[in-house]
């Protein structure tokens, strides 16, 4: 089992997951608030990322404020974020059909994308995490991809997502069911561990990759993310990695730390 070992230096930048990292549920974790403050006290950017799409970046600001540590929207990139990025990008002015709850149909409304709901007039399926997915999005998606050749882009690859009850199904579910039935593969998942979101990430951080730390409770998201560009990776065992589960894992971490707590090094941790 490899022991928790602590970063050495401080970063230029910071790229901090949400839930397992900073938060578990609606409680703000050991020596977040703390960490976070005298990272920024230092000259340090931080940034947090997140893929669960149901709220928006403005719902994060609030919520990491009302917890304690203050942030406003610029602050926070969501995989919907990285899904308008990689739209704008690849496919600007596109119709998108959207398998997604309300709040991500809005986001690229908001953005100055058509969403419809006829599968003939789709050019994009956007697949995301959705509550309320039945047959009926099924089909449509299905409809516009199968026969009307609309691309599938999805937000995140998580499977599942964690609560406090165990978890629910998460976006890779709707999307191996749309998959499934079209026959067709996505041609982009932009959430972490994508390099659309990298990009999204250090375009908000302005900096390059090798002066950035992503810490993160998840290897094959957040780690992953971190080796696949150059930044440091700094998994935290407050979430959904355990330390048995590190050695063996496809992707390894640069550090380990316990908590937040254990972010800084360990001379100016003790001052």
């Given at each position: 089992m490899r022991l928790p070992t602590r970063p050495t230096q401080i970063?230029?930048?910071y790229v901090f997951d949400l839930d397992g990292t900073v938060y578990l549920g609606d409680s703000l974790l050991p020596q977040a608030a703390e960490t976070i403050r005298e990272l920024r006290r230092r000259g340090s950017h931080v940034v947090y990322v997140t893929n669960k799409?149901?709220?928006t970046a403005d719902d994060y600001a609030?919520?990491?404020t009302r917890l304690g540590v203050p942030t406003v929207r610029a602050d926070v990139v969501t995989s919907v974020d990285a899904l308008v990025d990689y739209l704008g990008r690849e496919h600007p002015c596109a119709t998108v059909l959207a398998v997604a709850e309300q709040s991500t149909t809005d986001e690229l409304s908001a953005a100055g994308f058509t969403v419809t709901t006829k599968p003939h007039e789709a050019q994009v399926?956007?697949?995301?995490?959705?509550r309320s997915f039945d047959y009926e999005k099924l089909n449509a998606a299905f409809q516009a991809v199968r026969y009307g050749g609309a691309a599938i882009v999805a937000t995140n690859p998580?499977?599942?997502c964690p609560t406090p009850e165990g978890g629910i199904p998460d976006c890779a579910a709707m999307l191996a069911a749309i998959e499934a039935c079209s026959g067709a593969r996505a041609e982009a998942v932009v959430g972490k561990p994508s390099?659309?979101?990298a990009r999204a990430l250090l375009g908000r951080l302005g900096m390059p990759a090798e002066g950035v730390a992503v810490v993160g409770d998840r290897l094959l998201t957040?780690?992953?993310m971190a080796r696949s560009m150059g930044m440091t990776g700094v998994l935290v065992l407050t979430g959904a990695t355990s330390a048995d589960s590190i050695d063996g894992a496809p992707v390894q971490p640069h550090y380990v730390i316990g908590s937040l707590s254990e972010l800084l090094p360990d001379g100016l941790a003790r001052r």
């Open positions: 970063y230029p930048g799409p149901l709220e609030r919520k990491l399926v956007v697949v995301s995490f959705d998580d499977p599942y390099i659309h979101m957040d780690i992953a």
